[in-house]
């Protein structure tokens, strides 16, 4: 199925006051890959995510999403094949009640209303917040609002996520039940993040993006293990993999 | 406590009652509304020195604010919270209107003292009238039922995208506000450049908010319409209170029942 | 300063409602038309943030009083009049029904002496002129210092003009204006600052933001004249209707012992419902006469009011205070009753 794949040629961003967000970036994601993108403060991850939902169009360079180069004329198929969960749910959800905002693409996709009805309930079903559906969004815990923001999306059917920070601000248990629910996700998955633990349980694939260009691009458990390249793009090990103090003391 | 604190306790208290399941609660948006609307147009049309014919739509409200599980202390809270303003321009009615109409014992009354009263039971009675109306039915459901009763969708639209981020902002306000209190010790006020200051930061974050909302907005199809699911079906029973609510505002307004009550009462005393 | 549903008229505050419902529709036409839709969540969150911004005081210079932020201004500035006074409009509409502020018949004058000052006069012609497509720190100081004073002074012109037309007050309009102008110009004077501040801090930040409206023309295609035209037509025709029905329509049953004229006589009128109780009060009344005979301890109080108040009767406004009072009763219990209700399940 080639229309899940994700590939960036040479991509290259500058901000109009000068700063070289990205300078270069290639690389190819394929069908049902969960690849983590990460990297310092203002390496350039965001920027490269906005690309990937047609927001910004390359300066230069390319970007395919399955049998579309990004262009103008493509970004609406671009952004029905991508779905995009921002790091700030409040962002993603704008609507007065839950329903209304996983129901809000499925109507601009002009689907019938038993159409749209199946879906909302399929993503909400899918991301476990049924009972919410009616809630209004200032109202839900940062754990719910994560939940619904992501049914917004599924609610699009879309073939890739791209997530951005999807486990910033959340209270560990909130957390680990976010991780298993994209554990059961067969999308194709990008995801840019500062938590590696997370990375470890979700992506095989990493990479390392450091000042606007890729330091290393591989397999998760060897880039976690190269130290001297964690230290360089201002990372460290996964706290998982690190000597515990406590344990390794007796 | 700051009034940026207790905006949004009002907000998310007001909300929380607008959650209620009472007979009130349950009604149609678009009757409460248009029922509110005419209570208020009611009770402003009376002359200017009536006070005991506005009387019975207190009772109404009273009732309204009993079926609909309202606190009246509340209510009544906000009310005297919100007067000053009432207070402050009919406060001159007695100053200026001297003329004596009523006397209680020795107790003479001017014209002024009655208007002002009034001026007050008229502002309590629309104020709370107003209050009622969101604390059981929500602002949601109330811009719901504008649109459908008529306003332009873009304007309804607007409400609703403001209700749901006023609480993002006030929080965020919040807590700027508070980042400045901690560390101006025992300055109380805030000085105006700081306040600029403070603003323009604000400003600058809802901004870039408002781009982050509007591409999320485009990432799910949006091409500047939004579409409103319209869940509102009238029943025959909305039907029934409408048209009993109306006729019951319509004699209230159009008989004095404390006077004719008076008259019972005081035909009967002899 | 809002005005308050308990000092309108409602033939005023029903003509105020039409202007500013004119011009909601006028504006929710132009900014669909427009079809920038980067302006929908904008806006949305623009009101909320004037929303905010209003909850928070700052202390007026040499004052020792506290001020905040109206946002009309500001709303105009960054969003082009149409939106901003829909924007405005919205911020309105929500203090009306939470907080309070005016009322819902009143809220026709609030967004229209709040919002249509500063969007439709204040911006395009004080504000835009003065600061023109190349704004400096100073110039946007001195339009938005200009464009306030003007905005609120022609907003507190309105509020007078509305409760004087209203005659629910008794105000003299001179000492009112008097006392209300200078107080806005103050406050016309610390908005335009703020603004200006504000403003100036965004266009030395990220001037991009101010681009947009300084390269639009302010109201576009939209002639003012014959907006204000159709919008005083409206008005007009909506206060005229309203004080017409008004007028033939006279109320038969109001506690009128204040009516001065004392043309209007206290007779009810003959209509079903009061000829029932009528005869109801013959049937129960040993006396069939209104009001307290002379009742032993009480004074006689009739005499001395009469010829100022011809048309007073003391019966009658015995009857008011007894009805009135036992009603007020009658709210107040029902309201302890429900209590009591909700207390003991």
């Known amino acids: 199925m080639s229309h899940h794949i994700v590939e960036v040629h040479e991509l290259e961003h500058t901000y109009p006051d000068g700063t070289a967000a990205v300078r270069g970036i290639s690389f190819r994601i394929h069908h049902g890959e969960a690849v983590a993108v990460v990297g310092a403060n203002g390496a350039g991850k965001s920027t490269l995510l906005l690309h990937l939902n047609g927001y910004l169009t390359p300066q230069s360079g390319t970007v395919r999403i399955g049998d579309f180069p990004l262009t103008k004329e493509t970004v609406k198929d671009i952004r029905r094949a991508v779905g995009m969960i921002f790091q700030d749910p409040d962002d993603q959800l704008f609507m007065p009640s839950v329903y209304e905002d996983v129901a809000f693409g499925p109507l601009n996709l002009g689907l019938p209303p038993e159409e749209v009805e199946q879906r909302v309930q399929q993503a909400l079903q899918r991301t476990g917040v049924e009972h919410l559906r009616e809630r209004p969004p200032y109202k839900l815990s940062g754990g719910e609002k994560r939940a619904v923001a992501i049914a917004t999306v599924l609610a699009m059917s879309p073939d890739i996520l791209v997530m951005d920070e999807p486990t910033s601000n959340l209270d560990p248990l909130s957390r680990r039940t976010l991780i298993e629910l994209l554990a059961g996700f067969h999308h194709t998955k990008i995801i840019a993040t500062h938590d590696l633990d997370m990375v470890i349980d979700l992506c095989e694939r990493t990479i390392v993006i450091h000042e606007g260009t890729i330091m290393a691009d591989g397999p998760t458990t060897d880039i976690f293990n190269d130290d001297l390249l964690l230290k360089k793009s201002h990372l460290e090990r996964p706290l998982r993999m690190q000597a515990c103090p406590f344990c390794s003391r007796r | 406590m700051a009034k940026i604190e207790s905006a949004f306790l009002d907000l998310t208290y007001l909300d929380r009652l607008a959650t209620g399941d009472t007979v009130i609660h349950r009604l149609d948006p678009r009757v409460k509304v248009v029922i509110a609307a005419l209570f208020v147009v009611c009770v402003v049309s009376f002359d200017k020195y009536a006070i005991a014919a506005m009387l019975p739509f207190a009772v109404l409200l009273m009732i309204i604010m009993g079926l609909g599980e309202i606190p009246a202390g509340y209510v009544i809270t906000k009310l005297v919270v919100t007067s000053p303003f009432a207070v402050m321009v009919g406060i001159f009615n007695p100053l200026l209107d001297q003329q004596i109409v009523l006397h209680l014992g020795s107790w003479a009354i001017s014209g002024g003292w009655v208007s002002f009263l009034s001026i007050l039971l008229r502002f309590g009675l629309t104020v709370a009238a107003m209050l009622v109306l969101i604390a059981t039915t929500g602002f949601n459901q109330v811009c719901m039922a504008l649109e459908r009763l008529g306003i332009p969708k873009i304007f309804a639209v607007q409400l609703l995208m403001l209700y749901r981020y006023i609480f993002v902002l006030l929080e965020e306000g919040q807590r700027m506000h508070r980042a400045r209190a901690l560390r101006s010790f025992q300055k109380r006020g805030m000085e105006m450049k700081q306040y600029a200051y403070l603003l323009g930061q604000l400003l600058l974050r809802t901004i870039d908010r408002g781009q982050r909302i509007h591409l999320a907005m485009l990432c799910r199809g949006f091409d500047g319409t939004i579409r409103i699911r319209q869940n509102l079906r009238i029943t025959t029973r909305d039907i029934v209170v409408f048209l009993a609510g109306g006729m019951v505002l319509i004699v209230i307004r159009r008989f004095n029942i404390a006077l004719l009550l008076g008259n019972f009462i005081t035909d009967l005393l002899q | ?345």
């Not at chain 3, 004119?22 to 920038?36: F, N, W």
């Not at chain 3, 500063?118 to 339009?143: D, E, H, K």
């Not at chain 3, 206060?239 to 006589?265: I, R, Y």
């Open chain 3, 1 to 345: 300063m809002h005005m308050a549903d308990a000092l309108l008229s409602p033939t005023i505050g029903g003509a105020m409602w039409a202007a500013t419902a004119g011009t909601i529709a006028i504006c929710a036409r132009k900014v669909q038309r427009d079809l920038d839709d980067r302006k929908v969540p904008l806006m949305g969150v623009l009101g909320a943030f004037v929303f905010a911004a209003q909850m928070i005081n700052f202390t007026i210079p040499a004052t020792g009083s506290s001020g905040h932020l109206g946002g009309g201004m500001i709303l105009a500035v960054l969003l082009g009049p149409c939106a901003a006074f829909l924007t405005i409009a919205s911020v309105l509409t929500i203090q009306a029904l939470f907080f309070a502020d005016g009322g819902l018949l009143a809220l026709g004058c609030n967004i229209f002496n709040l919002g249509f000052f500063p969007c439709f006069i204040a911006y395009p012609f004080v504000y835009r002129p003065l600061v023109g497509s190349n704004p400096t720190p100073m110039r946007i100081a001195v339009g938005a210092v200009l464009g306030g004073i003007v905005g609120l002074q022609l907003g507190a012109l309105a509020v007078v003009a509305e409760t004087v037309l209203s005659g629910i007050s008794e105000l003299p309009p001179a000492a009112f204006l008097a006392a209300m102008l200078p107080i806005h110009l103050g406050i016309g004077l610390v908005e335009g600052l703020v603004t200006a501040a504000v403003v100036s801090f965004i266009w030395k930040a990220r001037p991009e933001i101010l681009q947009y409206t300084i390269e639009s023309r302010p109201l576009g295609h939209l002639r003012l004249q014959k907006v204000l035209i159709g919008l005083g037509a409206a008005a007009l025709i909506t206060g005229g209707a309203l004080s017409w029905f008004a007028s033939s329509n006279p109320d038969g049953l109001e506690w009128s012992m204040a009516k001065t004229s004392g043309k209007e006589e206290l007779e009810a009128p003959p209509t079903a419902i009061h000829r029932l109780l009528a005869g109801l009060q013959e049937q129960t009344s040993f006396l069939p006469d209104y009001g307290f005979k002379d009742g032993g301890t009480e004074p006689e109080i009739a005499g001395e009011s009469s010829s100022s108040w011809p048309a007073v009767d003391k019966g009658t406004s015995t009857a008011g205070l007894v009805g009135g009072g036992l009603t007020l009763a009658l709210a107040v219990m029902i309201g302890l009753l429900f209590r009591k209700r909700k207390q003991t399940p």
